[in-house]
């Protein structure tokens, strides 16, 4: 066990947990954020997707010994101060994105996390950022056009 | 989920209500004037309509709230269902709350997630409640300002009466309404004056979800709560010898490490007990990471198993189950699939002389098609909360099926039908995989032997390598062919491991005057169960795809051969059982290639393919485009017909359609799971392969046949004949034809 300072969500945090314990496992359990989630373990789902200092970032594969000082977001980070839902979000729920809803926070923190490195990212471009994010109820073409309208929002 | 501490039981909080609360409930409960549980459960078998009605909860401020029966796992029950009950309802569907209904079966009458059946089993009953509780509270408002209940007018959750200017929110009216009789005779309305219902209304959960709100069973907390994980043999034929905790044991935050058996010996199981083991390890302790570090010090020994019987009450009446010893593995499945293709056979089903009709004709066109065990993989991991103690079996459980869940637990947990409280979260996924809720057995062991409320967790691996899998199958197609290029006969023989996927009353059972359907099963101790269209979805990929070939092969128009045999079946259908509406599924296939183009030039030169099937009471047809991507086959473009009878909500039913066009297109690619030495190869996301983003379609378009039949369902029937679509699609573009799934693996292309 050890000791660690976390910044998450522009909040500085701390919590005792043993080094080797993924960022995924110290959010969920010690934190209670649950809204970033566990699909596999291993990387491949994209389910468990945070923020660290404003990049992508799958938690399951990320020790908490390695955060440090980086900025950690999670979905419950990504509304406004006025707690007004995220532009990403709120394309989300316009277009009726979920289904089962399990993969859609993560799917929206890879979307968030690519609108903000490339704020109007072709078709091709979406498809490769979101690759890593699977849905097992097929909302696919959804998201895709949740991010566009996202990106056309901001433009505005 | 919020937290337990929270939750009342549902009898308690019936309770309240009716002691302080005023207001107005509408349910079995407050019909039957709040007489005890088990009353009702004793009289629920002579109950009218009342029975199935969901809740409707009125406040005095003016609150309504409506209560989905049905375990929600993504096909939208959470607005859909509550939309059938505010149409007659009327209140106001913008501040209307909708909310789970815990498992109360007696009350609800329903709660059953599966075989598509929500919208067909809820279309009547939830309709009479709302119009139910619309009279009384109109009824309430006549009796207030004496004036009769026929010059009362409802809008958005207000009664007027317009020739004295009086107005009254159904909050007002509730309390005096809870008190009246309930109306003798109550009618609904017609589809023509629907005005929430077949309109596109978006999901009442959506800010939750998109907010990452605590919703499911994962994500549940409760005072006191311990994580728990299984260890489970590493091979079907496997079962645990010995083990050793002892380091474990030394590892931090550990609390507990043993032994248990999920079902008594001796249990008879029901047609949703399967488990693929019956002795597993259970490591229990303070935190996630912490139990599944622990886990792997456990130190145990494995020893094969030998044949085994078990007793099953399912489907079919009592029988004997035989759970044969031995590893097996898919390369051996395959061969005896094969084997057993050629001998003698159960006969389902015989119309006319096949016989002579095969001895006599011109050209015989024979395929074999076969396709891989698949596991569900819904997002969520299985999980399960439980917390058992002397007074009350409390249970946070992700499971499609509640009720028919009591039985095992009562049984193997040594639980009365009473103490069961269980809350039905929100599933991140299903697909029949939370169907067999042996993790709420398995979770109710764990928290009695440690004394706390502890949550299952199973990982990826877990699942994948403990699954409930969806079976693996052969099917063989003959037709026999005249001179003239008619096909006189149809021979089809089905079999599978261990189950066969026949259904010999379907299309085109019915259309010739010689058919022969035959099937056989085969026994493993690999654990199967329901898969998104049970055998279906082998099925129509088998008859599409041979009905495809066989129409080339007289020189036919797939999707005119199609149609051409429905109408004969129509006109003079052969043989009493057959399994389809032709008329219905004519209709589809018309607006099919209506909206497809089928026939143009453009489609003639596109790399196209078409499948149609029924199943679960609904009509599906689909027309694939595919194109190559970086030199592998891509289905670009999907056009879609479906008959599912009146769409209760447009935008939601296309979502379900979409979803299961992906999931059908990533399956008919890329669905397998391999098994060696007893052990699935696949053992997580990284090597068991589901369709990501850049594999989907750019464009699904969903066209619905227009209609006012009683609504059927979308969860299973859109997904069965995209496998056939996808096979007939890749044949124009590659030349191939595809017989075996995955078809990206016949074409080696992976």
């Known amino acids: 066990m050890a000791k660690f300072q976390l910044k998450v969500n522009g909040k500085p945090l701390q919590v005792e947990a043993d080094p080797s314990t993924p960022l995924l496992w110290v959010l969920r359990d010690h934190l209670n954020l649950v809204g970033t989630k566990f699909g596999c373990g291993v990387g491949a789902c994209g389910a468990c997707t945070v923020h660290l200092n404003g990049r992508a970032m799958r938690s399951c594969q990320l020790p908490v010994s390695a955060v440090g000082t980086q900025a950690v977001t999670t979905i419950e980070g990504i509304v406004s101060a006025e707690k007004e839902m995220h532009p990403v979000q709120k394309a989300w729920l316009e277009l009726d994105v979920a289904q089962c809803g399990y993969c859609q926070t993560g799917q929206i923190m890879s979307a968030v996390a690519l609108l903000k490195s490339n704020p109007n990212p072709t078709e091709a471009e979406i498809e490769s950022a979101m690759t890593g994010n699977i849905c097992r109820c097929g909302t696919y073409l959804r998201i895709k056009a949740a991010i566009q309208q996202a990106a056309k929002s901001s433009k505005k | ?750």
């Not at chain 2, 198993?305 to 051996?332: H, Y």
């Open chain 2, 1 to 750: 989920m919020k937290n337990a501490n929270n939750n009342q039981s549902r009898r308690s909080f019936l309770k309240v209500t009716s002691l302080t609360g005023g207001g107005m409930m509408i349910g079995f409960s407050w019909f039957a004037n709040l007489i005890p549980n088990e009353a009702i459960a004793a009289a629920t078998d002579k109950m009218d309509w009342v029975e199935l009605t969901g809740f409707i909860k009125i406040t005095p401020d003016n609150q309504v709230k409506i209560f989905n029966p049905n375990p929600e796992f993504g096909t939208n029950v959470m607005t859909s269902l509550p939309m059938m009950v505010n149409e007659e309802l009327e209140a106001d569907w913008s501040k209307v709350i909708v909310e789970m209904g815990d498992y109360d079966t007696p009350r609800f009458k329903s709660q059953f997630t599966g075989g598509s059946r929500a919208m067909a089993m809820a279309w009547k009953p939830l309709r009479t409640a709302g119009a139910t509780a619309r009279l009384l509270l109109m009824q309430a408002a006549a009796n207030e300002w004496g004036v009769p209940i026929s010059e009362l007018t409802v809008s958005k959750g207000v009664v007027m009466h317009k020739a004295s200017n009086k107005s009254a929110n159904y909050g007002a009216l509730a309390t005096a309404a809870a008190k009246l009789p309930k109306p003798e005779k109550v009618e609904l309305k017609k589809a023509s004056e629907f005005t929430l219902l077949g309109t596109p209304q978006k999901n009442k959960v959506g800010k939750e979800i998109v907010g990452g709100e605590s919703l499911f069973t994962l994500d549940y907390k409760m005072e006191g709560m311990l994580i728990a994980m299984v260890i489970h043999p590493p091979a079907f034929g496997m079962q645990l010898k010995s083990f050793d905790a002892t380091e474990a044991l030394k590892m931090p935050g550990i609390k507990a490490v043993f032994d248990f058996q999920v079902y008594k010996d001796g249990y008879v199981k029901a047609g949703f007990d399967t488990r693929a083991f019956n002795k597993l390890i259970a490591v229990v302790g303070n935190s996630t990471w912490e139990v599944m570090n622990a886990r792997k010090k456990v130190v145990a020994q494995w020893e094969p198993i030998q044949d085994t019987k078990e007793m099953v009450m399912a489907r079919g009446g009592k029988r004997e189950e035989i759970i044969p010893a031995g590893l097996e593995s898919t390369e051996n499945h395959l061969r005896l699939m094969h084997e057993m293709q050629k001998k003698p056979t159960r006969v389902a089903r015989k119309d006319g002389d096949p016989e002579t009709a095969f001895k006599n004709a011109t050209k015989v066109l024979e395929r074999t098609y076969t396709a891989p065990f698949l596991a569900h993989n819904p997002m969520e991991p299985i999980s399960c909360v439980a917390h058992i103690t002397d007074e009350k079996a409390f249970f946070v459980a992700p499971i499609q099926i509640p009720e028919m869940m009591k039985q095992n637990i009562v049984s193997n947990l040594d639980i009365k039908p009473e103490q069961i409280e269980m809350k039905l979260a929100r599933m991140g996924g299903g697909f029949g995989r939370r169907a067999y809720g042996h993790y709420i057995v398995e979770a109710g062991h764990i928290s009695k032997r440690v004394k706390a409320p502890v949550k299952l967790i199973y990982t990826r691996e877990d699942d994948l390598t403990n699954g409930i899998y969806r079976p693996t199958y052969i099917m063989t197609y003959k037709a026999a062919i005249d001179k003239d290029n008619n096909v006189t006969a149809i021979h089809v023989i089905g079999g599978g491991i261990p189950e066969s996927p026949l259904h010999e009353n379907r299309f085109p059972a019915g259309v010739f005057d010689n058919y022969l359907a035959e099937s056989w099963d085969m026994p493993s101790n690999i654990t199967i169960g329901a898969y998104r269209a049970p055998r279906s979805n082998f099925n129509a990929s088998a008859e599409q795809s041979f009905l495809d070939e066989l129409a080339e092969t007289v020189g036919k128009d797939p999707l005119d051969f199609r149609i051409e045999m429905l109408k004969k079946a129509k006109a003079n259908p052969v043989g009493k059982n057959n399994d389809y509406n032709a008329d219905r599924f004519i209709a589809v296939l018309e607006l099919l290639k209506e909206k497809s183009n089928w026939g143009s030039t453009a489609s003639k030169n596109a790399k196209r393919g078409v499948s149609a099937y029924f199943c679960h009471a609904s009509y599906a047809a689909h027309v694939v485009d595919v194109t190559m991507k970086n030199g592998q086959p891509y289905v670009e473009k999907v056009v879609t017909a479906m008959d599912c009878g009146f769409v209760v909500n447009p935008e939601g039913a296309k979502n379900m359609v979409e979803g299961a066009v992906v999931d059908g297109i990533g399956n008919a690619l890329y669905g397998e799971l391999i098994l060696e030495k007893g052990a699935t190869v696949q053992k997580n996301l990284n090597n068991y392969r589901i369709i990501r983003h850049r594999e989907a379609p750019k464009k699904i378009d969903v066209h619905f046949v227009q209609n006012n039949i009683d609504p059927t369902g979308l969860g299973e029937p859109p997904f069965p004949p995209v496998f056939a679509a996808v096979a007939n699609a890749l044949y124009k573009a590659t030349g191939k034809r595809l017989y075996n799934q995955p078809y990206l693996k016949e074409l080696g292309k992976v």
